[in-house]
């Protein structure tokens, strides 16, 4: 379902529409086929207009057995199309899926738009004589569902077809699978269980050259351009933890551009070696998911201490433990900012979409390398796997990141490894031999200046203050925080991370009604943008949507004294349009009573 989910994305993509697409596949790699832990779906949502969401609720569910049925029909628009692959519900099926009826045939779905298929055996038919067999033969249909699919909204099978032949080259499968997604294409076309088609016209979307990326992809596309900007070599060092790892086979790729990649035998061993990378005066990259973050802590304390730049990605995921691995959570907010022994703050960014992923990117390395100080990036699983339509920048218009190597002495003929600069209090970076720059790292306490070991006590809470005043200055240096919608409405909804689009398109929802609202979403969680706290003063209700138990709220009404109101979700899945929505109109009802 995910590479049919994909393929349909990207013949849309191409076609000119908007979109987004959400995700949901179980973690194991072989999940048990036919049960409800086991279904893997793809949720796309094209349009002509610009969309901010895959949708609360789909039109059209394609189900390929019963547990798929089940799993979905509760998301389905009542009176949606139901497409189903009716091979597959017999008696084994029916029952892994937890039905004691077909609901084919007792009328439970009587408040839908049927279409029934057999699709399997349609697909034999159309691979007859192909050269493929047994399994082989079934793996195809999901191609037939994608050519039904393809012919009911008018999707060009082109795209797919050439992808086809390049995945597969020439040798039966892909006979097969064109064969397999002709096939559905011409049933739709032959068949009088339509009414008709849909038809949705290209979007339109800003001029420009455009690709359809996921946010994983983005993030690493980001990476190689901050580097390059800072005229430095990029180093990333990973060990694969979902949802994370896409984003070291992306950067693997892109050893053209002199990235370095090294997989690690376990999360400890991954940050260190980007410490190491940082140290020998590389922009270094770590990535990893809740787990892991976990497990980088002491290094990343270690990294904070020698007050070397280091980017950590956080993919965070369903929590606590192994959690949910493919689903997605915004529960690691609290660890960022605090999850370290000692006075330990760094910096902490969030991606909101998927192309947001490539404009953090570049923020948190122009952060790091500002004030030589680890970053925290907080992304999530539902933006590393959804993708959208991304105008590609015009990279000469992207600042340069002022870098510099600290390559003589800076106290007379004496080298100073904290002697710090006066305005970012970052320290100088000296890559390992550079002749008369020789110093020591470590973790031990430095003294200012000289970067001797300290025990005295004085110097140490002197060089926790130094360390907390080095991140509130990037507040010069961070954009001023914007407020969308109405200002002079009384409830702001204020968001941060993937709930971006689901918090927009309710309050785009709730002004076409005429009532005011406001949005502000964060993407600087650590400091804060300076005009936070006087733009939520001018709020009497302040609505923060998350998919946590209300962290984010927990910070601002500890750091502003301001009253706040949580909408929590921790279901594995990404916070509706709607749910912000009902929200919204509940509190804004209840300022009208008052």
């Known amino acids: 379902m995910q590479l049919a989910g994909s393929r349909f ?35 796309v949502h094209i349009a002509d207009w610009d969309i901010l969401t895959p949708g609360d609720h789909p039109d059209c569910l394609v189900a390929m057995n019963p547990a798929a049925l089940k799993a979905n029909l509760g998301d389905l628009v009542k009176g949606g199309l139901i497409v189903v692959n009716s091979d ?7 029952q892994k899926a937890g039905y004691e009826t077909n609901p084919l045939e007792d009328g439970s779905l009587d408040g839908y738009r049927v279409l029934v298929a057999p699709m399997e055996e349609l697909t034999k038919q159309a691979v007859e004589g192909l050269g493929v067999r047994g399994r082989e033969v079934l793996r195809s249909k999901n191609f037939f569902a994608l050519g039904l699919m393809s012919w009911l909204y008018t999707r060009p099978l082109e795209p797919i077809i050439e992808w086809v032949e390049e995945k597969f080259g020439d040798t039966p499968v892909a006979e097969a699978n064109k064969a397999a997604l ?30 359809n990326v996921t946010g994983n992809q983005a993030l690493a596309w980001g990476l190689v351009v901050a580097a390059a900007k800072a005229g430095l070599p990029l180093f990333y060092g990973s060990y694969p933890i979902t949802p994370a790892t896409s984003i070291l086979e992306a950067l693997a790729r892109l050893r053209n551009f002199g990235v370095r990649t090294f997989q690690a035998e376990d999360e400890i061993a991954a940050i260190g070696t980007s410490v190491g990378a940082a140290f020998a005066g590389h922009l270094a990259v770590t990535g990893t998911s809740g787990p892991g973050l976990a497990l980088k802590s002491e290094a990343l304390s270690l990294a904070l201490m020698v007050e070397l730049p280091l980017l950590v990605v956080d993919v965070q995921r369903g929590g606590p433990s192994t959690g949910l691995p493919t689903k997605v959570e915004q529960s690691d907010l609290l660890f960022a900012l605090y999850g370290r022994h000692g006075e330990a703050p760094v910096p902490v960014v969030a991606v909101a979409t998927p192309s947001d992923a490539f404009d953090v990117a570049i923020e948190a390395a122009r952060l790091a390398l500002t004030a030589m100080t680890p970053v925290i990036v907080l992304s999530d699983g539902y933006i590393a796997n959804s993708s959208e339509p991304w105008r590609l920048p015009d990279l000469d218009a992207i600042e340069p990141i002022d870098v510099r190597y600290a390559t003589e002495p800076n106290e007379g003929d004496r080298f100073l490894p904290y002697l710090r600069d006066p305005d970012t209090l970052a320290r100088p970076w000296a890559v390992p031999g550079t002749p008369g720059l020789e110093h020591r790292v470590g973790g031990l306490e430095k003294e200012d200046g000289t970067g001797n070991v300290s025990y005295d006590p004085q110097n140490h809470e002197h060089m926790t203050r130094l360390r907390e005043e080095k991140i509130a200055r990037l507040q010069a240096v961070i954009p001023p925080v914007e407020v969308y919608g109405d200002e002079d409405a009384s409830l702001v909804v204020v968001g941060w991370g993937s709930t971006f689009g689901a918090i927009r398109a309710a309050v785009d929802r709730v002004r076409r009604r005429g009532d005011k609202v406001a949005h502000v979403h964060l993407r600087h969680l650590n400091p804060f943008p300076p005009n936070l706290g006087e733009v939520l003063r001018g709020f009497s209700t302040i609505l923060v949507p998350e998919l946590n138990r209300g962290q984010l709220a927990r910070v601002l009404r500890g750091e502003y004294l301001v009253d706040t109101v949580s909408l929590t979700k921790v279901q594995g899945l990404p916070m509706k349009a709607g749910e912000v929505t009902e929200r919204i109109l509940q509190l804004l009802d209840r300022e009208a009573v008052r």
């Open 88 to 94: 597959a519900f017999d008696e084994r099926n029916l």
């Open 182 to 211: 002709r096939a559905g294409y011409n049933y739709g076309l032959t068949t009088e269980a339509f009414q008709h088609t849909f038809v949705v016209e290209p979007a339109s979307l800003p001029k420009g050259e455009y690709t």
């Open 9 to 43: 994305t990207a013949a849309s993509a191409l076609f000119g529409n908007d979109l987004a697409t959400l995700p949901n596949f179980p973690a194991e790699i072989r999940a048990p086929a036919g049960t409800l832990a086991g279904v893997s779906a793809f949720q």
